[in-house]
Every structure is written in C-alpha cells, then in structure tokens.
C-alpha cells in the first residue's frame, strides 16, 4: 500500500461519461470532481460515524444472535394481525364513532 491508500479500480465507460458530465455541469475536470466529491464524503460526519462503527457492528451482531429467546411453540404462537390499522382508520373510526 502506498502513502496514498490502495488503487481504486478505474471506473467503467459508462460511470465515466456520468462522472464527465457532472464535472462539466460544476465546470471541474473529471479528476477534480471526483477528489472533491471524495474529500466532502471523507469530512462528512455521517460518513465518520459510519467508520468508527464499523468494527463494532459485528460485535453488536454476536450480541443479539447470544440472548436468549424463548422457543416458540407454533401451536400456542399468536399469528401477527393481518391488517393493523393505520392512522387513517383511527381518524374515520374517531370521526363516526366506534366500530361495529
């Protein structure tokens, strides 16, 4: 790996006519529109928080697949509601009084 990080892979013809058009559309070249874009992307604080996290999903993953859950018997098992209601059925139901 050099100063710079690993090569990206170049991008295919038609990325690269995408990438052209844009940096025509903000009057860069393409190669300064993608280290800028790359730059904004490397400053922006969701991408940060996206790269501190990164190690820690997988232990969150182990921690979630470890609790313990009760087995579930299907025959006392509830079946899911098939049409919950929106709020949209609470507004009619509260405009005309209760349902039938």
Same mark, same amino acid.
């Given at each position: 790996?050099?100063?710079?990080?690993? +090569? *990206?892979?170049?991008?295919?013809?038609?990325?690269? @006519?995408?990438?052209? %058009? !844009? !940096? +025509?559309?903000?009057?860069?070249?393409?190669?300064?529109?993608? =280290?800028?874009? !790359?730059? !904004?992307? #490397?400053?922006?604080?969701?991408?940060? #928080?996206?790269?501190?996290? =990164?190690? =820690? *999903?997988? +232990?969150? @993953?182990? *921690?979630?697949? @470890?609790?313990?859950?009760?087995? *579930?018997?299907? =025959?006392? #098992?509830?079946?899911?509601?098939? #049409?919950?209601?929106?709020?949209?059925?609470?507004?009619?139901? %509260?405009?005309?009084?209760? @349902?039938?």
């Amino acid at each position: 790996m050099d100063q710079n990080g690993p +090569q *990206v892979s170049a991008f295919d013809p038609e990325e690269y @006519a995408r990438v052209q %058009q !844009a !940096a +025509q559309l903000v009057g860069k070249s393409p190669e300064a529109f993608v =280290r800028d874009a !790359a730059l !904004a992307a #490397a400053a922006d604080p969701f991408i940060k #928080a996206l790269g501190k996290t =990164r190690d =820690r *999903v997988a +232990q969150l @993953a182990d *921690v979630f697949t @470890a609790q313990d859950s009760p087995p *579930v018997d299907p =025959r006392t #098992a509830e079946w899911p509601d098939p #049409a919950p209601m929106g709020s949209r059925d609470l507004h009619e139901i %509260q405009q005309h009084g209760h @349902a039938a």
